[in-house]
């Protein structure tokens, strides 16, 4: 079945560090991949999301881009700060057809140091 | 735009107990999605409303589980006889359903449950 997996954390950057996590996925087809960002005591949010190979999502300073070829998602930011400090989540979904729930890796812990 | 809510934040009952958990999702999304997380792990699917319509469920719900969204407004989800393992947080998502941003889920908090 379809699933997606992350690099394991937890990670721990300085401040302004470059930040990659990893993420692949298998599934038959291109689904829509999806990051989701959870900061300490609050719910889950989306933060970029990618629909078709070679699209780029960004938000924030963060970026991933959709490669069909090695089924990766990798979310990567410049410079990380202190409020960055978050569980990472990726996610995949078929949205458009009787499914569209997501499925989620098993997040990656970013605590960022002053 | 108030968000995704769930009610209770936290639920914490003795095993054996039943237990039900509401959603009201953002006031315009027609579809609601149930997940459950446990521990260091991503949320996993459990079921999915299109308006009333409980169109998806997954194995993980068993028959102790059970969903509604009576006139496709708000959502509960039941849990009967509860097992310790089934202690983990659920989540509540909405999306539009029909926009740009359909395939776009907005979580609620959570509503973290301990069985003892």
């Known amino acids: 079945g379809d699933s997606v997996t992350q690099m394991e954390g937890p990670v721990t950057l300085s401040e302004e560090a470059f930040l990659t996590i990893n993420c692949t996925y298998t599934a038959t087809g291109y689904p829509s991949l999806f990051w989701y960002v959870q900061y300490p005591g609050e719910g889950l949010q989306l933060l970029l999301k990618?629909?078709?190979?070679?699209d780029k999502g960004s938000n924030k300073g963060f970026e991933a881009t959709y490669r069909k070829e090695t089924t990766s998602f990798h979310l990567e930011k410049g410079s990380v700060q202190v409020s960055d400090s978050a569980v990472y989540f990726c996610?995949?979904?078929?949205?458009?057809?009787?499914?569209?729930?997501?499925?989620f890796g098993k997040g990656t812990k970013l605590s960022v140091k002053p | 735009d108030t968000g995704v809510s769930q009610d209770p934040r936290h639920k914490i009952t003795k095993r054996g107990q039943n237990v039900t958990f509401r959603c009201d999702p953002i006031?315009?999304?027609?579809?609601l999605y149930w997940y459950r997380q446990t521990l260091g792990q991503g949320p996993e699917f459990l079921t999915y409303f299109q308006n009333e319509a409980q169109l998806e469920k997954s194995r993980l719900l068993s028959d102790r589980f059970s969903a509604e969204r009576p006139k496709g407004s708000f959502s509960t989800l039941e849990i009967q006889r509860t097992e310790q393992g089934d202690s983990a947080m659920y989540l509540c998502a909405s999306s539009p359903g029909t926009s740009g941003r359909a395939d776009e889920q907005y979580f609620g908090p959570g509503t973290r449950l301990t069985v003892t």
């Open positions: 996610a995949l979904s078929w949205y458009g057809g009787s499914q569209g729930n997501l499925i």
């Open positions: 990618a629909t078709k190979a070679d």
């Open positions: 006031s315009e999304h027609n579809r």
